[in-house]
């Protein structure tokens, strides 16, 4: 037999959750963790960077889409590895490898959600935000209290799938040996040398039911169709 239930019960805590119960968390917690961190992190920094382009045309607008298009032109793959060895150097001190791969994931996804802000920002009229400022509003009050609750919900299918990409990007900590869920499958398919389809099957089943779960919330959520 290619597969066998069996490696998955045998193994399913330390692939749910690693070492957790040692303070250590891994597999899919682990997975999650970073994911929610790095969209913590890049959802508020790409709408800021994405209005701050809006806003100030010229050297500022152009210098972030450089940016942007530099971070999204190269492999995730590779910004991990400068943050891996960049960040010691920065800091001086070793940060724990969930902390520096997630710091990778928002730096690269910020990139891609200032993109994707800025354009339901430009697609909004010219008049509304017009408007907003001959009432009295600051510039910036308009954007957060005018523009911004109807860009968010425009785009919200394209963050969706920005997100569920970040979910799925995870998986590249591997690299850097950060026990998320690939990282551990990898470990016990190592150890058990036995029934790899079913360690693997699984691997990619939890991924898709991550991801399903995320897009049905976001829709139940904002009501998307």
């Excluded at 899919?28 to 992190?41: D, E, H, N, Q, R």
């Excluded at 920005?162 to 990007?169: E, N, Q, T, V």
Aim: net charge positive; hydrophobic share 55%; with cysteine.
């Amino acid at each position: 037999m290619i597969a066998n239930i069996s490696v998955i019960t045998d193994n399913l805590d330390y692939l749910l959750w690693g070492r957790a119960t040692e303070g250590q968390p891994g597999g899919v917690l682990l997975t999650m963790l970073m994911a929610i961190g790095a969209a913590l992190l890049a959802l508020p920094g790409g709408i800021a960077l994405a209005c701050c382009a809006w806003r100030f045309p010229g050297a500022v607008r152009n210098g972030l889409f450089i940016w942007a298009g530099f971070i999204r032109g190269i492999p995730l793959i590779f910004v991990i590895f400068w943050m891996w060895y960049l960040l010691p150097m920065l800091t001086g001190s070793d940060l724990p490898g969930a902390v520096t791969v997630t710091l990778a994931l928002a730096w690269f996804t910020a990139a891609s959600v200032m993109h994707s802000v800025y354009a339901g920002i430009s697609a909004l009229p010219g008049g509304q935000y017009e408007a907003a400022v001959v009432q009295g509003f600051h510039p910036f009050q308009a954007l957060r209290l005018i523009l911004l609750p109807q860009v968010l919900r425009n785009v919200m299918p394209s963050l969706t799938g920005i997100f569920i990409g970040l979910l799925k990007d995870t998986s590249l900590a591997f690299i850097v040996n950060v026990p998320e869920l690939t990282t551990v499958a990898g470990q016990v398919n190592s150890r058990v040398q036995i029934y790899p389809a079913a360690i693997f099957i699984f691997t990619g089943l939890v991924y898709y039911l991550l991801c399903f779960s995320l897009e049905k919330i976001t829709r139940r959520r904002f009501a998307l169709r």
